[in-house]
Structures are given as structure tokens and as C-alpha cells.
């Protein structure tokens, strides 16, 4: 299977065959400055739709949030100067309402909303009888089912330009993404709606500007057929996600050493399947590391407790205890005493090493 999908000209936005859809822009209108300086940047780059959140959702109230609708007159005039087709994200009927009279060309549907099906519901109601593409991402926790769920409500209310982005999920451990891309999970999700555009936005996975290149290549071997990547004129005046903002000669860098697959490759889901479970165990093998290294410093942190309380450094009671849980929910998941024992017993020796 080639990285390209046809359904983008269909919807008017013409790729060329055997290349990736691009959206780039940046995480938040700022200004009209900002836009223009960055969109104007992208120009000699092959970007098709430009990005901007008009009213980005921020964990604070203070946090600059998107400027609101002024910035849709703002985005009119980006299209207007470098002929960029606009790409905004919705989360209320009202925005739809805002974003459908300033003409924006493509819809997205952020992490957040599609989480919650009330939400979605009510966009769905409101989209009826719009013609636009929609984007749906990734519901922000790890849930087929909700994720299922979205499509199923907007598809219900004939809505039929759709398109997934996939932006990673929550996770509660220490981890190198700022949202893991659970490539496996998002393939299953991708076996049940298999004739959908599929886009990567790898900035809100990686959170960080470094190793947004080695995600938009994964993308690419898992044959997604764009790439959304958070883009500013300089990203360290960026008012939101500072550190996984490009610039835009990093951006057009990133386009220009994408190796893309030829097109008229035949597909080969099994090639697909081979591809994420790899990429999973790869993924599991860091959580194990991750999860080596946040029980080891807790452990650390007990003894600076025992300490205080004047407790044994090693307590048999307790850790008979630990690792009589372990066998018993080792068992559970299927393995054996002996690879329990052995891990346990490494753990604890590594843990006593740390504190010696
Ligand atoms: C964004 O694209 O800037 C954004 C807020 O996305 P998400 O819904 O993935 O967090
Ligand atoms: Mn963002």
C-alpha cells in the first residue's frame, strides 16, 4: 500500500499521487501576525491545508487559549495571500456555527470532545447537512469503543467526508511521548473503518520537536496518508505546546527526507499487522524499562521514609507479601512462578543495590 489517498482531491484538496496530505500550522491563532509570518513561511513547502486552533482547549484558565473568532478573519486572509485551504477545530455547535460562515475548508474534531459522546452527539446534530470534511482525532483516552462510538454518531447524521487523526492517548507513567501513538490499538480501530484517510499528528504525540521526524516516519511505513504537524514562524515565542511547535524550514527538512512508498503497491494488511506489532512490543519494552526505573526511585524513596521512621530497611513480612501478589497475579496473566521469582528476585536486588 502507497501513503496516498485520493479521497483528499476528491474533497479539492489536490495530492499528488504517491505523496502525503500535509496540514501544518501552528497549535493557536495568536495573532494576524503570527499566521501570515508563518503561512507565508510554508509557502515554497508541499503544504496543503494550513492549521490554526481558534479556540484551543488549555488545561488552565489563564493559558492563552486561541483568539477567538477574530481569528477566522485573520485565516480568511492567510487563504487569501498563499492560497491555503483552512483547517480549524470545532468543539461546540456555536464554533461550528463561526467556522462554517467564515468558509473554513476542513473541520476538525480535537481529542477532548471526541472522549465525550454528549459532545459529539451534539456536533453531529449541528454538522447534518454540511458538506465539509470533518477530521475526527483520537478520543484522548485509549478507548476503542468511544473511538468507534464518534464515527458511528457523525456517520449516523450523514456525515460523509471523514477522516481520522491520530494523536496519541493519555497514560498515567512516566514515558518519552507526551501521548503514546499506540499504533496497534489505532490499527484495529483502523480494521473496522478501513476506507477512511488516516493522518498522524505527531506533535501532540511526541511533545517535543526531536523526535517528531522518527513519528511522522513511522506514519509513513504504516501507510497513513497525511501528517498534521504543529508549525510556527519561531516556536519559542509560541503562546501554547512551546516545545513540539516546528519552524518552518525544520517542517519543509521534515517533508523533504520522507521516504514514502511507491505508489501502486499492492496492500498487505498482514505487512500492516507485522509492522504496529512491532512497533508494540517496542512500546511495551519502554513501559517495562519506565516502570523498572519508577518503582526502583519509589523504593528509594521508602527507605528515606523507613528511615525516618526509624524502620528496618528490609522487612521479610512485606516483601513475602509482594511477592506472594506478584505469583498470585502472575498466574492471572499467564506466567509462570519461575519467571516471576526471577524478575522479583532481580528487582529486589537491584533496589538493594540502589540504596547501598
Ligand atoms: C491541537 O491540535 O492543537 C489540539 C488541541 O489537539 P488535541 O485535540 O489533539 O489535543
Ligand atoms: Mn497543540
Redesign the pocket.
Known sequence: MSNYSPVFSQWGFPVEPGQPLIIAGP??AESREQLLLTANAMRSYPVHLF?A?VW??RSHLEAAAGTGNVALEWLQEVRQETGLKLAV?VATPQQLKEVLQADIDVL?I????TVNPFAVQELANALAGVDKPVLV?NP?TPDLEVWFGAMERLQNKGVKKLGV?L?GFVHRRPSKWRFEPEWELARKFRSEFPSLPYIC?PS?IAGNASMIQDICQQAMDLDYHGL?V?THYDPSRALS?VEQQLNPEQLGELLSSLRLKPLGQPENPAEMELQSLRLEIDRIDQALLENFAARLKLSQRLGAVKKELRLLPLQSSRWNRVLQQAHEYGQQCGLSDAFIRDIFNRIRQESIRQQE
Open positions: 497549535c493557536s492549521r486552533g484551543t482547549p477545530e476538525w480535537g481529542a477532548r470532545t482525532k484522548i487523526i494523536r499528528d501532540h498534521m504543529e505546546d
